[in-house]
């Protein structure tokens, strides 16, 4: 099993979305090395939730349940996007702050690649930025 983090501006699409509907095919990815690692997702994979924009925080959990296919929003099969499944809502938001400030999260891709919409998370990241949620 892998573990990645996937950033969501919740005003196009939130979490809240994401549990409204139970699943979705997370589209509209358009950089290479973030459609790269979604080629690299398999179903099981765990996934965290961030919003981007003015929250800025790890807000919830889901599920990849179905790998990547080309995404039905691009014009070009060079894309692709794969299904998500609602998790769960985290007790606590995991901010941005909180993170830079958690020495065992110094290494998060978050942190080195701030624009990147999609990126793997270490085990122990993701149990990290969980047990921060749990506080």
Not at 79 to 88: K, P, S
């Amino acid at each position: 099993m892998q573990y990645w983090l996937v950033k969501s501006d919740p005003d196009e699409y939130s979490l809240a979305d994401l549990e409204r509907e139970g699943t979705t095919a997370w589209t509209g990815v358009r950089n290479y090395q973030a459609r790269n690692y979604l080629r690299q997702m398999s179903v099981g994979d765990r996934v965290l939730v961030y919003h981007s924009g003015a929250e800025r925080a790890v807000v919830g959990t889901a599920q990849v349940v179905r790998p990547a296919y080309p995404d039905p929003t691009a014009e070009s099969d060079e894309w692709v996007c794969v299904d998500l499944r609602f998790e769960r809502k985290l007790p606590r938001a995991v901010s941005l702050e909180i993170i830079k400030a958690t020495p065992t999260l110094r290494t998060l891709p978050l942190l080195k690649q701030s624009r990147l919409s999609v990126m793997p998370v270490a085990k122990e990241e993701y149990e990290e930025i969980l047990r921060l949620a749990a506080a």
